[in-house]
């Protein structure tokens, strides 16, 4: 007989998984580290990188997987074809890797007009084409109705690292300057008006895009990367407080400096939201040896994607593990991470 | 963004502050009583750039955190109903009853939606006639309005299957609870400029002379906060006491008279529970006449039921301006956003939510 161990979340405060639990916040985090780590623990697993690192026969490869349960599954500026090929994909990219490879798992829900479905693989086959990667595996399920949302996307990917790549927490040391590749909040903007249904002035596009080519560039160019993040689930402030967690680093930003749109802001002025914390799908956060910031932003500059890429803060020595922001007022506060998902506030 | 950018300019920030500065020549305590000024105090580090001369304390003014404890625990119950789609604001969903929060019986099958506005609760109710429909109605007197105008659309529709779980509460009896406590330490107050903006600023003159304490309604903007409290620091150094308005692009002496009428038209004054306080005489709001038959409450009926509180959470104190959150035991430790032990932890406009947000490192919360 197998006697199981106790479940490792307090099941007085959660007996059922929460929405929560999925938001990228401080209960995601928890489940990964009291239930998912140490159940699956080895080393590959334990850097929690965006994608694990694996040599075989002395090539580096990075591996990673994601799902995709976005709704609606079509939205401005993409759908959750293009989101489930450019998510991995971007993920293997903050291993410093080369997208090669991804498989493709489909769950479709009983009643999905086939019409989407054919919309949503057309748009993966393009999007593969974009990010250099092929589709060369997959799997498809349907689940009765009222068991999916419609359409749910795993992809998983292989990756090959780049050349003198060491991209991991460890090697984040203050000093360190950070560079964040492109504007805030698009992807979860574009995402929430659309299922507000807010008519905005001027559309929000979701930024979903791969963003493969600007690490390259970054490598290319000499420039010194100590770590990757896109900041995706959580946002900013989550990818940022990972970071400093992982490598025990104490990070500051300046508010001033953050790239957010009139529009983006203005959204989020409305439902009472911190751009901070919502999702983006297009851009990413680079530690770089101190005194590069500069020359990496301009370099990510010379794309279109990275056109509004900025040198947002740095790597200190004082308070380990905590993220500080200095306002625009010339405060300071602590930017934690999210407890759960992001509720609008009443008034 | 323009009209934000400009309270928000580092600039202006600098120069209002050497203003306080100039001006204060003495320690003072002040009190902002909405939770929205607690959180922009917090969120851009006013309370860090002020002279030490002076001291905000935190008010009661976050209506997700003075919802009684007792009528979550009616929201937990009537959410649970095969019957009912339980609305709710985003900010209620969080807190805890007695046991558990409204999330919690979402994730175990009850139909729990995060609506924005009454109306869109209404169009629930309209979509799913052989469901009814109840509102989760709470707030100061910013909403009040709103939600007034959702009961009488109900009633112009005959939408019969539309209620209301309603916990209202009025800013005026509440300043006028703390400023007549034993306790009291407050020296002048900052005034909530949303409810201002429907209620105008004249019933805060009797209680400002009464009590001989300054009022300044303001904004919630950092710039709006540091003039405000400019303002109420020179009244207190020449010893006045006056009602001051410094949100006059939104807020007028009168208020929104259209918006007070729909809230008599709907609403009785009444003694209302405020959680972590208890009974303040005259500080609510409840459906009257004939609009009784969308309260919920009445037409669930149900009872009372055992309802707690964590023995170690001080909400009420905090909430009452007595201590603050970082004073609680429970603070960060037992008590996180994640398993909060009482609102002020979950509420985007909660005191300890601000604090735990924003201000955690040791030392920089005064």
Sequence with gaps: ?347 | MRYLDEYRDGAAAQKMLRQIERVATRPWTIMEVCGSQTHAILKYGIDELLPPQITLIHGPGCPVCVTPVETVDQALVIASRDDVIFTSYGDMLRVPGSSKDLLSVKAEGGDVRMVYSPMDALKVARDNPGKRVVFFAIGFETTAPANAMAVVAAEREGLANFLMLTSHVLIPPAIQAIASSPENRVQGFLAPGHVCTVTGYAQYEPLAKKYRLPIVVTGFEPLDILHAIHMLVSQLEAGRHEVENQYSRSVTREGNRQAQALIDEVFEVADQRWRGIGVIPCSGLRLKGRYTKYDAARVFALEETASREASVCIAGLVLQGVRKPPECPAFGKECTPEHALGAPMVSSEGACAAYYLYARRAGTAR
Excluded at chain 1, 39 to 48: G, H, M, Q
Excluded at chain 1, 88 to 109: Q, Y
Excluded at chain 1, 188 to 205: D, P, T, Y
């Design chain 1, 1 to 347: 007989m197998t006697i199981f161990p106790e479940c490792p979340i307090p099941l007085t405060e959660y007996p059922r998984v929460l929405l929560a639990h999925g938001g990228g916040g401080r209960l995601t985090q928890s489940l990964i580290e009291k239930m998912l780590e140490p159940s699956f623990d080895n080393p590959y697993l334990a850097p929690l990188h965006d994608g694990a690192l694996i040599s075989l026969d002395g090539t580096r490869l990075a591996l990673s997987t994601d799902s995709y349960v976005v709704h609606p599954p079509f939205f401005p500026g993409g759908d959750i074809g293009r989101l489930a090929v450019f998510g991995t994909a971007n993920d293997l990219a903050m291993c410093g890797a080369r997208p090669l490879f991804l498989s493709c798992g489909l769950i479709l829900e009983e009643g999905l007009p086939m019409d989407d479905l054919w919309r949503i693989v057309l748009s993966m086959k393009e999007a593969a084409d974009e990010a250099g990667v092929q589709i060369v595996t997959g799997d498809s399920k349907v689940v009765e109705r009222g068991k999916g949302d419609g359409v749910f996307i795993n992809t998983s990917g292989v990756g090959a690292v780049l050349p003198g790549a060491d991209i991991a927490p460890e090697r984040v040391r203050p000093g360190d300057e950070i560079v964040l590749s492109g504007p805030l909040g698009l992807h979860g903007i574009a995402i929430m008006a659309m299922r507000e249904g807010l008519s905005l002035e001027a559309e929000v596009r979701s930024d979903s895009a791969p963003v493969f080519p600007l690490v390259e560039a970054l490598a290319q160019a000499g420039i010194e990367i100590h770590m990757l993040r896109d900041p995706t689930r959580g946002g900013l402030s989550s990818a940022l407080n990972e970071i400093a967690k992982k490598s025990g680093a104490g990070i500051v930003i300046d508010e001033e400096r953050l790239p957010v749109s009139p529009e983006v802001q203005g959204v989020c002025e409305m439902l009472g939201l911190d751009p901070l914390y919502v999702a983006n799908e297009g851009n990413f956060v680079a530690l770089v040896a101190e005194g590069q910031g500069k020359k990496a932003a301009e370099l990510l500059r010379r794309f279109p994607l990275g056109s509004e890429a900025v040198l947002i803060g740095r790597v200190v020595d004082t308070h380990p593990g905590t993220v500080v922001m200095r306002t625009r007022i010339r405060g300071e506060r602590i930017v934690d991470v999210m407890s759960g998902e992001q509720l609008p506030r009443i008034c």
